[in-house]
């Protein structure tokens, strides 16, 4: 029985990939544990702390498939310990004598998080694969639609013309971001601890911190300075970067949603066969794609949110914050992963419609370029006069429904002002592009380093 979003057939698609869902599987969550326990018994002998026979053993036997999981489940619901009927299951896998020695010096919070350490180093490797891949396909639309003229808006409505290249580049450049605040946080967060009970190693001898060190390195992660148990800013901060990663993903979708509504008819997402917009009307073709990737970022941010609650700890170790992130974290990477799919998708299959961009542009019957009329005239008659006088045209021509340029021609000073000519060239939009080519150009040449891909 399944009741989750990540686990139902019908849904999970939506929610995360196959790939993510083996990430945070129980059976990895697991091997994890199992993984620390093998580096760490490999650590001790080699500082001479255990037998050389118990660690060769117990690396031998830490492998998910000598555990029962519905047996150990069943274990963890009796005695209510999260961790130790792994433990003994692992502990029965080898030889009495090498046995005794499984878990030796360590805490269950030094396993788990450390786990989830793992856990999260596999899926960086994913989330970095997967950022790339989005930021390319913005590059590709940014080149591709450099030069293309669209309307710029700004609260809902038209404002001044801008290049559908310019808007994509724009969403490039904060993606970049992104993967740098990813690049400088994963030392941060990809980092394990072999803290002890209560954080002071004490159960781990005079060589605690080497013996540390030993075995982080074994599992190609950080080693603390010190314990971070109730000190849970590593993963929240991640969280919280997938929750921004999310919210411009979200962005982009809502954004893409809004364009291929059919009164704009900008974009189209790719329409694949037998597509099915709707039950009773045959004809729909919506924007799901889009639709979905706007969504998802609600539920990440409220996972990213429970993060930062878990921040607030008790002593130093406390059970109730704690066990939110198990909940929380894999979440935000399912989701988060997720979107990163997604959108990939949606930007590789998006149809550009540049001749509905132009023929939006034109709705407004040349009222956007009031702004450079405005700054042609200042030269002439002073910033304020030349903003009352294209005010005054303004409200005439739109009241009267007539096009900018003929309000212009009928307003008694502008008409003196200003020749037909000019009025022509000064209301065509593709001759106030400002500096969207040259934004493009550079935001192209500034990214293309975190975006080359090597040659098969």
């Known amino acids: 029985m399944t009741v989750s979003v990540f686990d139902m057939q019908s849904l999970q698609h939506l929610w995360s990939t196959e790939e993510l869902r083996t990430v945070f599987s129980e059976e990895a969550r697991v091997q994890k544990w199992l993984d620390f326990e093998a580096a760490l018994a490999t650590a001790q002998a080699e500082m001479d702390i255990i037998p050389a026979a118990a660690a060769k053993e117990i690396?031998?036997?830490?492998?998910?498939?000598?555990?029962?999981?519905a047996r150990m489940s069943a274990e963890i619901r009796r005695i209510k310990h999260s961790l130790v009927p792994a433990l003994k299951q692992l502990q029965a896998a080898c030889s009495k004598e090498n046995g005794e020695w499984v878990h030796y010096g360590a805490t269950t919070q030094d396993v788990v998080d450390t786990g989830v350490a793992l856990q999260l180093k596999d899926f960086h490797?994913?989330?970095?694969?997967?950022?790339?891949?989005?930021?390319?396909?913005?590059?590709?639309?940014?080149?591709?639609?450099?030069d293309v003229p669209m309307a710029g808006r700004t609260h809902g409505v038209q404002a001044l013309p801008i290049t559908f290249g310019h808007k994509c580049a724009l969403w490039l450049d904060e993606l970049g971001r992104h993967h740098e605040r990813l690049?400088?946080?994963?030392?941060?967060?990809?980092?394990?601890?072999?803290a002890g009970a209560v954080g002071s190693q004490a159960s781990l001898g005079p060589k605690a911190q080497e013996l540390q060190d030993r075995v982080m390195a074994r599992l190609?992660?950080?080693?603390?300075?010190?314990?971070?148990?109730?000190?849970?800013?590593?993963?929240?901060?991640?969280?919280?970067?997938l929750a921004m990663i999310g919210a411009t993903l979200s962005k982009i979708g809502n954004e893409l949603f809004n364009?291929?509504?059919?009164?704009?008819?900008?974009?189209?997402?790719?329409?694949?066969?037998?597509?099915?917009?709707?039950?009773?009307?045959?004809?729909?073709?919506?924007?799901?794609?889009?639709?979905?990737?706007?969504?998802?970022?609600?539920?990440l941010r409220y996972n990213a949110a429970m993060m930062v609650e878990g921040m607030v700890q008790e002593g130093e170790r406390d059970?109730?914050?704690?066990?939110?992130?198990?909940?929380?974290?894999?979440?935000?990477?399912?989701?988060?992963?997720?979107?990163?799919?997604?959108?990939?998708?949606?930007?590789?299959?998006?149809?550009?419609?540049?001749?509905?961009?132009?023929?939006?542009?034109?709705?407004?019957?040349?009222?956007?370029?009031?702004?450079?009329?405005m700054l042609e005239l200042s030269e002439r008659v002073g910033k304020q006069t030349a903003h009352e006088w294209i005010y005054e045209a303004s409200m005439h021509g739109i009241e009267n429904k007539l096009a900018f340029a003929e309000?212009?021609?009928?307003?008694?000073?502008?008409?003196?002002?200003?020749?037909?000519?000019?009025?022509?060239?000064?209301?065509?939009?593709?001759?106030?592009?400002?500096?969207?080519?040259?934004?493009?150009?550079?935001?192209?040449?500034r990214q293309s380093g975190w975006l080359k891909t090597e040659k098969a």
């Open 59 to 69: 690396n031998e036997k830490a492998q998910v498939a000598h555990i029962d999981i």
């Open 125 to 146: 490797a994913i989330v970095m694969r997967d950022m790339k891949a989005v930021g390319n396909e913005l590059m590709r639309l940014a080149v591709a639609h450099r």
């Open 183 to 194: 690049l400088q946080a994963a030392p941060r967060v990809l980092v394990g601890m072999l």
């Open 220 to 241: 190609g992660l950080g080693s603390p300075a010190i314990s971070w148990a109730p000190a849970r800013d590593r993963f929240t901060e991640y969280a919280n970067l």
């Open 259 to 299: 364009m291929q509504r059919n009164e704009f008819g900008e974009v189209e997402e790719g329409f694949s066969e037998g597509k099915l917009g709707s039950s009773t009307m045959p004809h729909k073709r919506n924007p799901t794609s889009a639709e979905n990737l706007a969504g998802l970022a609600r539920p």
């Open 319 to 373: 059970g109730i914050a704690w066990k939110m992130e198990w909940k929380a974290l894999p979440e935000c990477c399912l989701i988060a992963g997720a979107m990163l799919f997604q959108a990939r998708n949606l930007l590789a299959g998006l149809k550009v419609n540049a001749d509905v961009m132009a023929a939006n542009l034109d709705k407004m019957r040349g009222y956007l370029l009031s702004e450079r009329v």
């Open 407 to 445: 309000a212009m021609r009928q307003h008694k000073s502008l008409g003196q002002a200003l020749s037909d000519a000019e009025i022509i060239d000064f209301t065509d939009p593709a001759a106030y592009l400002g500096q969207c080519a040259a934004s493009v150009d550079r935001v192209v040449a």
